[in-house]
Nanobody, 115 residues
């Protein structure tokens, strides 16, 4: 069984920064893809913010490009999302997923951007 645990969320003022972590444990195989999603308050779907594949290539949604950075430590099965210049519209529950190639999800971490 595979478990993903996100951490690092919290309350931050507009313009502030947070670093989210996603740690995998259990019988996870080689991770080929890591993605970070957000689910806004009242939202019914998750939107992908960032992804990273094993060779290091990254992709970002237009709304976070230049502000968020996704990285991963493959040997430790840990991924990060550095979020800078956070805005109120970034308030959401953030989820990570890892593919090995089965898709595994974490339970989410709340990020609230408010003054």
């Amino acid at each position: 069984q595979v478990q993903l645990v996100e951490s690092g969320g919290g309350l931050v003022q507009p313009g502030g920064s947070l670093r989210l972590s996603c740690a995998a444990s259990g019988s996870i195989s080689r991770v080929d893809l890591v993605e970070w999603y957000r689910e806004a308050p009242g939202g019914q779907k998750r939107d992908m913010d960032a992804s990273i594949v094993r060779d290091g290539r990254t992709e970002y949604s237009d709304s976070v490009k230049g502000r968020f950075t996704i990285t991963s430590e493959d040997a430790k099965n840990i991924a990060y999302l550095q979020m800078n210049n956070l805005q109120t519209g970034d308030t959401a529950v953030y989820y990570c997923s890892m593919d090995d190639p089965d898709t595994h999800w974490g339970q989410g971490t709340q990020v609230t951007v408010s003054s």
